[in-house]
């Protein structure tokens, strides 16, 4: 269904971009060049990825409100609405290279060495405590990272079904509970 | 022996020191500097098989070069940009407009197109694997060489509007884009790898053997690997989206001022 949406949507920027002209046209062609499984994915963006694309990730002042509006409706939460679940699962999510692949860019459990250094570290995370707003905060960022920071590095996992809602709530267990690694020394 | 049966075997060899590397690395608790890591590979090599395998593919694409095709022509009779058959410095300058196909063209598509167009092959007869050879003896004659990619035909200005845009296009189930990571976070790590930006003179090493993957890369090989890795399926060899690409990133790292290393790499 989403999928179907996400297509349909790349067709509309496809007729507009069309109609952009001849820059677009060419552009387009050599993305087809380059074979169908390939343009599937780099026709099919959806309207926040063409944005960024458009504004260089660097969208300007007056767009932005509206970006994180669209942005923060795309957040699903689990249906029990506990937004804090299972850490001992989270750290699985977290490490996981198909799904969270977290440590590419952040450093967590002080132990993992091979860590990346593009996003912030979140060894002792669980230090601003477990407070609604904290929890939300991190929940929401974790799903759709670009609800906060437009065009961020940090891609919109929950939004692309690299996780669930659930799993989300993991991942915010992972960051915040006490006796994860994450926050034990 | 032939050159093939030799990489086997040098191949088979090293991927067992590449193994016990690999176990060095995850029973340290510092994580091994990659540079170094690769330097340390580099002379394993050098001392136990006296040849680095990037050095036979060499040998391979310099035997796939001298071989005639069914036009009864060798790769001689191909213009690589400097003339027919000139190959010293001819890699530096790619891609480059050639009026013969009116099309611009990076190194592996040249092979690609030559070995049709000059030597009578057919395009389903061309292994990847022997173009990767023979790019690499080619690349072999601008090791150190200064990095001289600079746009002036209409074709070539328009190939590099498109690598640029194709660089900032953010898509994928993992919003990515080639310029969040190599511009916007150059000089930071993904995992344990530095990230360069093509002002830091980033494509400057391939072709280059991986010794992580036990694989001769190229260029269009390179930028596949990233591709997937960011959850976009790779585009087709010899496309537009490669030539475009490498336009791009070698035309940054040439207003820079970079030069190749030595080529073939020795690389993670």
């Known amino acids: 269904m989403r999928r179907k949406a996400v297509l349909a949507f790349g067709v509309l920027l496809l007729g507009l971009g069309l109609s952009q002209g001849p820059f677009r046209a060419r552009l387009e062609a050599a993305i087809q060049g380059g074979g169908p499984r390939f343009a599937q994915v780099m026709l099919s963006q959806d309207k926040a990825q063409a944005l960024c694309t ?32 299972d850490w001992r699962n989270g750290e699985k999510v977290f490490t996981d290279p198909k799904r969270g692949n977290c440590y590419a860019c952040h450093a967590g459990d002080p132990k993992e060495v091979a860590h990346g250094t593009m996003g912030p570290s979140l060894t002792g995370y669980g230090q601003r405590g477990q407070s609604e707003a904290v929890v939300r905060y991190t929940y929401e960022k974790i799903y759709n990272a670009w609800a906060f920071v437009p065009c961020s590095l940090m891609y919109r996992g929950g939004v692309h079904g690299l996780f669930t809602p659930e799993e989300t709530a993991d991942l915010v267990a992972f960051l915040l509970d006490p006796n994860s690694p994450i926050n034990r020394r | 022996m032939s050159v093939r049966k030799k990489r086997l075997i040098l191949l088979a060899g090293v991927a067992f020191g590449a193994l016990a590397g690999l176990a060095a690395y995850t029973q340290q608790s510092k994580p091994l500097d990659p540079f170094e890591e690769a330097m340390r590979q580099r002379q394993m090599y050098l001392e136990t098989f006296g040849v680095l395998p990037g050095d036979l593919f060499v040998e391979e694409g310099k035997e796939l070069f001298y071989r005639k095709g069914p036009s009864g022509k060798t790769l001689e009779e191909c213009d690589f940009g400097k003339g027919k058959g000139v190959l010293e410095g001819a890699y530096a300058l790619l891609p480059k407009y050639f009026p013969d196909t009116g099309r611009v063209e990076d190194l592996e598509t040249r092979v690609y197109t030559c070995m049709q167009r000059v030597q009578g092959f057919k395009p389903e007869e061309i292994k990847r694997d022997e173009v990767r050879a023979i790019t690499t003896y080619i690349a072999s004659f601008s090791s150190k060489a200064k990095i001289q990619v600079v746009p002036k035909h209409p074709q070539e200005l328009a190939m590099y509007n498109l690598g640029r845009e194709l660089w900032y296009t953010r898509a994928g189930a993992r919003d990515m884009s080639c310029a969040v990571c190599h511009d916007q976070h150059a000089g930071q790590r993904v995992r344990l790898s530095p990230v360069r930006s093509p002002r830091q003179g980033l494509g400057n090493e391939w072709p280059a053997y991986r010794f992580e993957e036990d694989k001769l890369y190229t260029m269009e090989d390179r930028i596949d690997f990233c591709y997937e890795s960011i959850a976009i399926p790779k585009p087709e060899f010899y496309s537009d989206v490669h030539i475009a690409l490498t336009l791009y990133m070698l035309a940054e790292a040439t207003k820079a001022g970079h030069s190749f290393e030595e080529l073939p790499f020795f690389t993670r």
């Open chain 1, 54 to 85: 458009q504004y260089r990730d660097r969208l300007p002042a007056d767009l932005v409100p509206k970006f994180l509006e669209e942005q923060k409706a795309l957040i699903k939460y689990p249906a029990s609405g506990k937004l804090m679940g």
